[in-house]
């Protein structure tokens, strides 16, 4: 009987952890979700209101940009299904921004036509902000199609939610990856589109469908394309988090970081054969925080039945060698530097004439010196060792 009831009682206990633990997932899961109390939905429009839907607002641009929106007022709902974002982000924003109905949070994918129809018939947006995207030119060329699909494919869903919405403003995160190999520098928004590798298609072809569809409607639409970003918020509360898996595709700040932290062994610059002063590739390297106010800007100046298309960068090339440089001096580390063969579809030289966004928006950037936006991204770095902590946590 002593056993018997020795079992008994081991086995009543397992259980009990088991419904415990099951409980835990529950109620973590429950709280992504589009359904739970965190996630309450603003179905009407509201007097002095203006509600923006921020996809991928849980990532790197993204999370910077609604919290530049949040900051002036704007009430904002993120959509993001955390692949490439970060929840950790999410709640720096909810934290900083507690106001009821100020922040709302929805995990949702964008490739779900349903749960994005249903996010649009729930609540009363005055204009999207489309950031989620992939967007690793390396991994493109690896996954075409992923790209095509979570780029232009998710695209066409926004707009077809917007359109059934009546959802009449749009701000589309684009790049200069559209423009691929100019014969002349510096970019101007006339120079002609000829992608040279998935990414920069799959967001042409995005570009080319909104263009499309705006000439039916009387949608305001701007377009920025936008250069290399670098930096994080100057104040330090959000920074660049990418996911561990990621990090051989990632920006060249990330990876400068991780071999300034050990993470890993050096920096591995590909391609020293490029016809540049240097020899490696010269990109214009544009701080998020400018990026953002462009973006900020670009929604304020959205004009009913118009499409604006402007380029967002510093106007000013720089080449790897140089960044390299400059994120020693930035981290105090001298970095070791393995040179490589050239990465698949990358492109020798660009940087932007940003002359009309600054004509039409009054718009410049302001963190141009290139060593102390790496400073500022590095005091993050060193603060947040492991980003923003465990995956989504």
Not at 120 to 145: C, I, K, Q, R, W
Not at 195 to 210: F, L, T
Not at 317 to 326: D, I, L, M, Q, T
Request: hydrophobic content about 40%.
């Amino acid at each position: 009987m002593d056993i018997v009831s020795a079992n008994r009682k081991r086995n009543f206990a397992g259980r009990i952890l088991v419904a415990s633990v099951l409980a835990g997932v529950f109620i973590f899961m429950f709280s992504l979700s589009p359904d739970s109390d965190s996630t309450k939905a603003f179905p009407r429009h509201e007097t002095g209101v203006t509600r923006v839907l921020v996809t991928g607002g849980a990532g790197y641009i993204g999370s910077h940009a609604a919290l530049r929106l949040l900051k002036d007022s704007y009430h904002v709902t993120i959509v993001d299904n955390l692949s490439r974002g970060n929840m950790g982000a999410v709640k720096v924003l909810q934290e900083l921004f507690p106001q009821p109905g100020q922040l709302q949070f929805i995990y949702a994918d964008l490739g779900d036509a349903k749960a994005v129809n249903k996010i649009f018939a729930e609540n009363a947006f005055d204009a999207v902000m489309h950031f989620a995207a992939v967007a690793y030119v390396g991994e493109s060329t690896l996954e075409p199609l992923r790209y095509y699909h979570n780029i232009t494919s998710n695209t066409l869903v926004i707009l077809e939610a917007m359109a059934a919405h009546k959802v009449k403003t749009l701000i589309y995160s684009s790049t200069c990856a559209t423009y691929g190999e100019p014969d002349k520098m510096p970019i101007t928004e006339s120079t002609p589109q000829k992608p040279i590798n998935p990414y920069g298609k799959a967001k042409k072809m995005s570009e080319d469908i909104i263009i499309d569809f705006s000439k039916t409607t009387n949608m305001a639409v701007m377009i920025l394309r936008y250069f290399n970003v670098i930096g994080s918020d100057p104040e330090g509360r959000l920074g660049e988090a990418p996911h561990p898996e990621l990090r051989e595709h990632g920006r060249i700040s990330g990876a400068c970081f991780d071999a300034a932290r050990g993470i890993i062994p050096g920096l591995k610059v590909r391609g020293t054969d490029y016809n540049t002063a240097d020899g490696t590739c010269v990109r214009d390297y544009i701080d998020v925080t400018d990026l953002v106010d462009a973006h900020v800007l670009a929604l304020a100046n959205a004009k009913p039945g118009k499409v604006g298309i402007y380029n967002v960068g510093t106007g000013k090339g720089r080449s790897v060698k140089e960044f390299v440089e400059a994120c020693k001096k930035a981290t105090g580390v001298n970095i070791k530097v393995e040179y490589l063969s050239r990465r698949p579809g990358d492109y020798a030289e660009v940087y932007s004439d940003p002359s009309k966004i600054r004509d039409e928006l009054n718009w410049t950037a302001r963190f141009t010196d290139l060593q102390g936006s790496l400073q500022i991204a590095w005091r993050w770095q060193k603060t947040h060792i492991n980003g923003y902590g465990s995956h989504n946590n």
